[in-house]
């Protein structure tokens, strides 16, 4: 099922390679996509994320400053309340906006939608990692002025951004204000009812603790009252220019400004520097934290933006050699496109550090900032190849979490540890448990990023002192949510539970969840049993660590081994769980357009019983753990369950092309593909102003790497079968693997492995045949599968109409 997707127009967006954005000034437009605009030029280093609103300070529609894991708690109150819901959210809270840059000519303010614009640029460049804008006018009284600006959130130093502003009177003298603020706004009204928002607060949430006020710097701090954090974030400025000039400054508990007077020059450039930090802390003494932010205006103020920038374009220059996926011979928006993903998981990742990927990375508070199994399942894959690193970071983080963890699991009446489905601080923030607390997947989701991250690292140490600790509290979960169950012949079932498909819940046996189980319960005895004989030391640490008694890892195997995986002899697929086959179908052709996604129209209830489905679920399991199917059944499954799923979540699209892809259904997983890769772009869901779907971004490398690439790890060893669209010429992407980096070049004719650093690799190509790579033999190339014909469906559509 596919919604209309609109893409912006070449003319107003040119589908340049290496960034995107717009080269005319439209007023409307300005205004109307104001929040699209704020979420697509959003920067952001994983650390501190700042909207992309305009340095005018207006137009405004979600405007936003957002630190990663900077929160406040709020009660959430339940009409009927039961044991075990959480009684505490968690919401990322929009900081003091340091951006805001006046501008007033001979008295008047520049406002762009106002003004006589001659030309136009404003666009994200990739390259070097920042928001670039040129803008020239004519004001009204006809003087010709033009303005650079280049905004950016850096990767060397996470706690800064810095802007570059230029104005150059071009054509007369002016007497020219820059006010650069930087200001607490009262939170806006929100965007009536859509549960996937962050709810609001009722009253003032940051209190203002003092503020510092020098020359041309300004600091202000706060602190949250439940969360006990507390928040430093400033500014300072550089003026350069040969203009004469005054200024003065003022500083408030919730506004600073400095103001610039200049007695502007024909042709003579007006330079200005500013730079932001934000710091916060947990529990800390506000001056302290007035300090560090200080210390960071210092070291920027003496680097300078010319080597901030420098740096800047270093590290996103060494992102794109380890991330890049160049595809050629397609209509050049797609590159583009491709690469407005890929910095997009360089924005929410790359100093992360400490903390998660929120499912709107830092772009948006949807979602209030709340971690995910996205991170493992769609942001995770792609760091292991490209940012080991990075993975590794992410995966220690969720290992922080475990005392958490083990506490939910107790107060849940568990053993183990189970993870939250949604989270900041570790503690689970679902109000709504049957699509929440239910979804203990999660746990298995975090065992097979875990397993993936081994494997395609080596990375033994991280598995013996943090991740083997996961895998025994997993596991031990699993054990003891499961049972035995004698109207199964005695299989080990798992009841109560909800999958990734959020359109059915509560169910037993859910498939996914019993085959992701499945696999963290084996990983987690097959990891003990191996240290037990190769890392006695550390196995013994952890058994000490974890009480781990003699006979569990024995009790894991045999849960494995009796695993309950529905089957369905008559339809031959594996049934959702239990009771999905039995439901009444939902009605397609009777459900209009305006009524997706269903969740806003219908009563979860209406939803459970009924076979509709929001995101991909058995067919994700055949992705993730693809080994485990025979073709046949891949097919059936794909087959049954494709026609009935809405992708009402942004996480369906992806992997129902990967999937396709491996069955053959070669214009299905392009169209999906192109679905999953424009998501935001072209604002399918009709809520990119909300923030970036950061899971379907990661879904996109999937679908290129694992889809078309046809690219596997199963058991560590790194597989590819290829299948390129037909109006695509090749297809080119490097990845890490245990300390080697290979590139992989996909041609319709040949393709080729290249091992570009590191001694020996072997791959499978097309699925089988060995390709070993040296360094006296590092490159090899080998035919590309042919293309095979499309394969008929095994099922009718019970379908809705297909929408373009
Ligand atoms: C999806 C979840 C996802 C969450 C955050 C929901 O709509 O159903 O699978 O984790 O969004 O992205």
Redesign the pocket.
């Known amino acids: 099922m596919l919604r209309e997707r609109r893409l912006p127009p070449p003319d107003i967006f040119p589908p340049e390679p290496w960034a995107l954005g717009g080269v005319h000034f439209d007023p409307a437009l300005s205004r109307d996509f104001a929040g699209q605009a704020e979420t697509m030029f959003a920067l952001s280093n994983g650390y501190l994320g700042i909207r992309g609103t305009p340095d005018e300070g207006r137009p405004l529609q979600e405007p936003g400053v957002f630190l990663n894991g900077f929160y406040e708690l709020r009660p959430l109150n339940y009409g009927e309340h039961a044991y075990g819901f959480p009684r505490v959210g968690q919401s990322i809270l929009n900081c003091p906006d340091g951006t805001v840059i006046k501008l007033f000519i001979d008295g008047e303010p520049f406002i762009p939608a106002e003004a006589e614009v001659l030309s136009f640029r404003r666009a994200v460049d990739f390259r070097i990692g920042a928001l670039v804008r040129d803008i020239a006018w004519a004001t009204p009284t006809g003087r010709r002025m033009r303005l650079r600006t280049l905004r950016l959130v850096s990767f060397e130093h996470r706690h800064l951004a810095a802007i570059q502003y230029e104005l150059v009177p071009e054509d007369a003298d002016a007497e020219i204000v820059i006010s650069s603020e930087m200001l607490h706004r009262a939170p806006l009204p929100g965007d009536g009812f859509d549960p ?1 928002l962050a709810a609001g607060f009722g009253d003032r949430v940051l209190q203002p603790v003092g503020t510092r006020h020098k020359a041309l710097r300004a600091i202000l701090s706060y602190s949250t009252a439940r969360s006990a954090l507390v928040l430093g974030c400033g500014m300072d400025h550089v003026l350069e220019t040969t203009c004469p000039f005054t200024q003065e400054g003022t500083c408030t508990d919730d506004f600073a400004a400095v103001a610039f007077k200049v007695q502007g020059r024909r042709g003579m450039p007006i330079r200005l520097w500013k730079y932001l930090a934000y710091h916060y802390a947990d529990r800390s003494d506000p001056a302290e934290v007035r300090s560090q932010v200080a210390w960071t205006l210092d070291r920027a103020v003496q680097s300078g933006f010319p080597s901030i920038l420098k740096q800047q374009e270093a590290r996103v220059g060494r992102f794109w050699a380890h991330a890049d996926v160049e595809v050629e011979g397609a209509e050049p928006r797609l590159q583009q496109v491709i690469r407005w993903n890929l910095f997009q998981l360089l924005q929410a990742t790359e100093r992360a550090e400490g903390h998660g990927v929120g ?2 990375g830092l772009t948006g508070k949807s ?1 209030e900032g ?1 971690y ?3 991170t493992e399942i769609y942001v995770l894959p792609f760091l292991i190849y490209t940012q080991p690193r990075i993975a590794r970071n992410l995966l220690k983080f969720r290992y922080d979490m475990l005392d958490r963890a083990r506490a939910r699991a107790k107060e849940l009446g568990h053993r183990g540890a189970t993870f939250p ?2 989270t900041i601080n570790g503690d689970e923030a679902s109000a709504y448990y049957a ?1 929440g607390t239910a ?1 203990y997947h999660i746990n298995a989701d975090i065992a097979h990023a875990l397993r993936k991250y081994v494997e395609a690292t080596g990375d033994e140490d991280f598995l013996h002192r943090f991740g083997a600790e996961i895998l025994v509290e997993t596991a031990r979960f699993w054990w003891d949510l499961g049972f035995f169950s004698p109207r199964h012949e005695g299989r080990f079932c798992i009841n109560g539970v909800t999958g ?3 359109y059915t819940a509560v169910v037993d046996n859910n498939y996914f969840t019993n085959l992701m189980a499945r696999e963290n319960l084996y990983y987690a005895a097959d990891t003990l049993d191996a240290m037990r004989c190769d890392h006695p030391d550390a196995f013994t640490a952890l058994a000490d660590r974890t009480g781990l008694g003699v006979e569990e890892t024995a009790e894991w195997r045999a849960a494995a081994a009796r695993m309950y995986l529905p089957w369905d002899e008559r339809l031959r697929i594996h049934p959702q769980d239990d009771s999905f086959l039995d439901k009444e179908a939902w009605d397609f052709a009777n459900t209009p357009e305006d009524r997706y996604p269903l ?1 806003l129209h219908y009563h979860p209830l209406n939803l459970y019983r009924r076979q509709v489905i ?2 991909a679920d058995t067919v994700l399991a055949m992705f993730l753990l693809g080994d485990q199917f025979s073709p046949e059944e891949r097919k059936r499954n794909f087959d049954y369950y494709d026609p009935i799923t809405t992708h ?4 369906s699209v992806c992997i129902q092309s990967i999937v396709a892809n491996e069955i053959g259904y070669a214009r299905k997983a392009r169209e999906y593909f192109q679905f999953a890769a424009t998501m935001d772009l072209s604002d399918i869901g009709g809520n990119m102003r909300h923030g970036a ?3 379907s971004i990661g879904g996109t490398w999937l679908a290129l790497v694992c889809g078309f690439a046809g690219m596997r790890d199963h058991g560590g060893r790194l597989s590819f079968r290829p299948r390129l669209p037909e109006e695509w010429s090749a297809l080119r992407f490097p990845l890490a693997i245990r300390g080697r980096r290979l590139r992989v070049e996909v041609g319709h004719d040949v393709t080729t492995y290249h091992l570009v650093e590191g001694d020996e690799l072997t791959v499978l190509h097309d699925g089988v045949v060995e390709v070993r790579l040296t360094t006296t033999a590092p490159t090899a190339s080998r035919p590309t599968p042919p293309p095979v014909p499309e394969p008929i469906p095994d099922f009718a559509p019970a379908a809705p109409p297909a929408r373009s």
């Open positions: 996937r499912a709107r979602y709340h995910f199994w996205d489905w949604r699509a979804q990734p498909d959020e969740l929001k995101q009402d979540s942004s996480l779907h950061i899971a």
